[in-house]
């Protein structure tokens, strides 16, 4: 008598049976931990702030300028995971943690990531257009620059809302979802206006925002528009690794 018995290696991939917002939150803290402990080097040598910024943070952050962006064009993604103050990063990473555990748990893990990346980038081009065609906004181009994720949890929060307006994140508290993420919006801007008098960050909101409706509008419609990018990284992150061995035992 034969059986076939399967055995299977467990492999190493980013996201697959994991929780992506524990991943996002440990990139992001990541990323500040690193370039804190850089900034501190900077200091320790008697380096001016200045020149850490122009040497690491600069090519980091989304600058106001096209022709600056194209010289960076990786500050598309790295900007969304750089946090310049304690408080910036605490506090995004708690709405992070709430906006995206629960958009997790009503849609699943698949659309966090792409989620997360693409409304990164619409966010930076709408804040890239806002410089440019806001005249308040252009005098500042030519030094103004944009770090954080809050555009992409401004995706995430508008996201969740769509899938769930009536959720109760508290039980015992009558308070719809929806009203967690006018909070969010509220205290993002108000943040910005009263630590730097700065709204040049509002157009990076609408453009996440914008994303995070779109993405699961067409969700609920039965479109994935994350489908394809979840191949793409599955394929690369299974690239080396072995696969299914089938072994007949007698």
Known sequence: MMHVEERNTTPLSLGEEKNMVIQLLLINITVFVLLFFTEVIYRMEGNPLARYYDDVLSHLTLSASFSTVLHNPWSLITSMFVHNSFWMIVSN????????????????????????????IVGAVFYLLGMQFIPSFRELQSFASTTGASACIMALAVGATIVAP???????????????????????????????HDLTMVPALIGGGLTGLLYMQQWKKGNDLGAGFNRTLHKITHLFHPKTHLHVVK
Do not use: D, E, K
């Open 93 to 120: 990473m708690i709405w992070l943690a709430c906006f995206g555990t629960m958009l997790q748990n009503h849609a699943g893990r698949q659309h966090i990531l792409p989620l997360y990346l693409l409304s990164g």
């Open 166 to 196: 009536g959720y109760r994140l508290l039980p015992n508290l009558p308070i719809p979802f929806w009203i967690i993420t006018l909070i969010f919006l509220l205290v993002n801007i108000g943040t910005h206006v009263v630590n730097s």
